[in-house]
């Protein structure tokens, strides 16, 4: 066996001569087991909140999105529709249109979004799972409405559904020098019959209508979109389909995935969970300063054995690498007991959801193997980096004096 690491063990298992030490020896793997496991959690509960961040996202967004890289608006052409149908990977396609406008319910305006749907939005983005109350548009019923929660809570009577007064939308006519406000906007009349809720933007964004609606307010002709949303049956080759599509339609498209549909909403993200790992990783290093101390007192206690080492032909190097090894086998304990207690937390949490955001939510926690190996990493490196600054203290005249 190793000399060093022998001895090193030796020295872990035995109790110090002065009680101090081992108190403060425990206080150092406390320390680490602490860090560790305050570390696994925060990471954790990183990856379970981006995985229900983007879960909201698949409810309000598409896998790809088409728009025109020249305007607004694009012609729906012949061409396009059997490019997107004899693409085999793309599963379904709904046209769209969007576009700014007012709302005027009774006594009550607000500014929102039209998005004008066609039937196959529904199988683009899952909308009606995201449903609070009412139903989604059905092509049997025309002029109807499905509005986001934070846009029926500007428009307070609407919280009854109320199948009486209708929602006006109203959007200004093109073209300047209009000089009679009373006929300055096309208007539609529209009956809410569903409340959607998704993530705060997107449910404060909408009021969805059927696309032939949107289109006759803004009028646009029959094949005039704003956009294409598209599904795909596999999301693994979603770069790949950015670009066989970019090349198939021209430089007069734009296509986006989901993540850039939602840059912003990524990068916060993990910007977050980098800035969560930064703090608790400097409080690891903190916590450390503790098992720094503890080797210190060892070396101080050891002195009498470290000089009957030296005599014996053991080499100053052998000595330093013995508390290295002490010190490294300390934050390793202390690593895997903290593990242990972090991977059982957090698997309680998933099954039993003891915390919660809100009353009927639990707090979202993903455990995760990479998570796992991010923090083992980060712990035996500065371990080992407080075990050798330690050790480092070590010199011959220290031993022999």
């Given at each position: 066996?190793?000399?060093?690491?022998?001895?090193?063990?030796?020295?872990?298992?035995?109790?110090?001569?002065?009680?101090?030490?081992?108190?403060?020896?425990?206080?150092?793997?406390?320390?680490?087991?602490?860090?560790?496991?305050?570390?696994?959690?925060?990471?954790?509960?990183?990856?379970?909140?981006?995985?229900?961040?983007?879960?909201?996202?698949?409810?309000?967004?598409?896998?790809?999105?088409?728009?025109?890289?020249?305007?607004?608006?694009?012609?729906?052409?012949?061409?396009?529709?059997?490019?997107?149908?004899?693409?085999?990977?793309?599963?379904?396609?709904?046209?769209?249109?969007?576009?700014?406008?007012?709302?005027?319910?009774?006594?009550?305006?607000?500014?929102?979004?039209?998005?004008?749907?066609?039937?196959?939005?529904?199988?683009?983005?899952?909308?009606?799972?995201?449903?609070?109350?009412?139903?989604?548009?059905?092509?049997?019923?025309?002029?109807?409405?499905?509005?986001?929660?934070?846009?029926?809570?500007?428009?307070?009577?609407?919280?009854?559904?109320?199948?009486i007064h209708p929602l006006y939308v109203y959007v200004p006519k093109?073209?300047?020098?209009?000089?009679?406000?009373?006929?300055?906007?096309?208007?539609?009349?529209?009956?809410?019959?569903?409340?959607?809720?998704?993530?705060?933007?997107?449910?404060?964004?909408?009021?969805?209508?059927?696309?032939?609606?949107?289109?006759?307010?803004?009028?646009?002709?029959?094949?005039?979109?704003?956009?294409?949303?598209?599904?795909?049956?596999?999301?693994?080759?979603?770069?790949?389909?950015?670009?066989?599509?970019?090349?198939?339609?021209?430089?007069?498209?734009?296509?986006?995935?989901?993540?850039?549909?939602?840059?912003?909403?990524?990068?916060?993200?993990?910007?977050?969970?980098?800035?969560?790992?930064?703090?608790?990783?400097?409080?690891?290093?903190?916590?450390?300063?503790?098992?720094?101390?503890?080797?210190?007192?060892?070396?101080l206690d050891k002195r009498k054995n470290l000089k009957t080492l030296?005599?014996?032909?053991?080499?100053?190097?052998?000595?330093?690498?013995?508390?290295?090894?002490?010190?490294?086998?300390?934050?390793?304990?202390?690593?895997?007991?903290?593990?242990?207690?972090?991977?059982?937390?957090?698997?309680?949490?998933?099954?039993?959801?003891?915390?919660?955001?809100?009353?009927?939510?639990?707090?979202?926690?993903?455990?995760?193997?990479?998570?796992?190996?991010?923090?083992?990493?980060t712990i035996i490196v500065l371990g080992f980096i407080s075990a050798?600054?330690?050790?480092?203290?070590?010199?011959?005249?220290?031993?022999?004096?």
């Amino acid at each position: 066996m190793n000399f060093p690491f022998y001895i090193a063990k030796r020295y872990l298992q035995s109790k110090n001569s002065t009680n101090a030490i081992n108190i403060i020896t425990i206080i150092a793997i406390f320390g680490v087991v602490v860090g560790t496991l305050a570390l696994f959690i925060i990471l954790s509960g990183f990856s379970g909140l981006r995985t229900f961040s983007y879960s909201l996202l698949n409810n309000s967004d598409p896998d790809l999105k088409i728009t025109s890289s020249v305007g607004k608006t694009f012609e729906y052409t012949s061409a396009i529709d059997e490019e997107l149908i004899s693409n085999t990977n793309i599963l379904s396609f709904s046209k769209v249109v969007e576009e700014r406008v007012f709302l005027k319910y009774q006594d009550k305006d607000h500014t929102a979004n039209i998005k004008g749907v066609d039937i196959n939005y529904n199988n683009v983005v899952k909308i009606d799972s995201s449903l609070w109350v009412g139903s989604w548009i059905d092509p049997e019923y025309k002029n109807t409405a499905v509005v986001g929660l934070g846009v029926m809570s500007k428009l307070a009577n609407l919280y009854q559904l109320d199948f009486i007064h209708p929602l006006y939308v109203y959007v200004p006519k093109p073209g300047k020098g209009l000089l009679n406000p009373n006929n300055a906007f096309n208007s539609i009349e529209t009956q809410v019959i569903g409340v959607y809720r998704g993530k705060e933007e997107f449910q404060n964004k909408y009021v969805f209508t059927e696309l032939a609606v949107a289109q006759k307010l803004l009028n646009y002709q029959n094949n005039k979109v704003t956009g294409i949303e598209i599904k795909l049956n596999d999301n693994e080759v979603v770069d790949k389909e950015v670009v066989l599509l970019q090349k198939a339609l021209g430089k007069d498209y734009k296509i986006q995935t989901r993540a850039e549909l939602n840059a912003l909403v990524y990068k916060v993200i993990n910007t977050e969970s980098f800035v969560s790992y930064l703090i608790f990783t400097l409080i690891v290093v903190i916590a450390l300063f503790n098992v720094i101390g503890a080797i210190i007192m060892m070396i101080l206690d050891k002195r009498k054995n470290l000089k009957t080492l030296l005599s014996l032909g053991a080499t100053l190097k052998n000595i330093k690498t013995i508390f290295v090894f002490q010190g490294s086998l300390l934050t390793l304990v202390g690593m895997f007991v903290g593990l242990f207690l972090g991977i059982v937390l957090v698997l309680l949490q998933q099954q039993f959801g003891w915390f919660k955001i809100t009353a009927n939510v639990a707090y979202p926690v993903e455990f995760r193997l990479e998570n796992l190996l991010i923090v083992a990493s980060t712990i035996i490196v500065l371990g080992f980096i407080s075990a050798k600054i330690a050790a480092s203290r070590i010199s011959k005249d220290f031993i022999e004096n």
